[in-house]
Nanobody, 125 residues
Framework: QVQLVESGGGSVQAGGSLKLSCVASRYTYGSYCMGWFRQAPGKEREWVAAIYAGSDTAYAASVKGRFTVSQDKAINTMYLQMNSLKPEDTAKYYC???????????????????WGQGTQVTVSS
């Protein structure tokens, strides 16, 4: 099991940027897929992006070209750089670690076994 702690959320205007961080309690680089999810009020949690082995990345269509996921293996930290933010990006953002070792990119919530507490992102128009 791995403990995950997110930070970096906040309030910005549309068009602005934020960078979220997710610190893991143990080494996950190259062995587990790390993902970002978000949940807006009244909506289901949705997959946003994921990274595996430091360079294999994937994005939801709604954020592709605006968000970038990355990792710093030296400090067990994953990042989500969010640019050109829109009001519809408003949500609580969660990082998660996949259940399976060495299984590549994970796209679905059931594939993740460890979750952070989340950090709120609010984008105003």
């Amino acid at each position: 099991q791995v403990q995950l702690v997110e930070s970096g959320g906040g309030s910005v205007q549309a068009g602005g940027s934020l960078k979220l961080s997710c610190v893991a309690s143990r080494y996950t680089y190259g062995s587990y897929c790390m993902g970002w999810f978000r949940q807006a009020p009244g909506k289901e949690r949705e997959w946003v992006a994921a990274i595996y082995a430091g360079s294999d990345t994937a994005y939801a269509a709604s954020v592709k070209g605006r968000f970038t996921v990355s990792q710093d293996k030296a400090i067990n930290t994953m990042y989500l750089q969010m640019n050109s933010l829109k009001p519809e990006d408003t949500a609580k953002y969660y990082c998660a670690a996949s259940r399976l070792y060495g299984a590549g990119i994970a796209y679905y919530e059931y594939e993740y076994g460890d979750w952070g507490q989340g950090t709120q992102v609010t984008v105003s128009s």
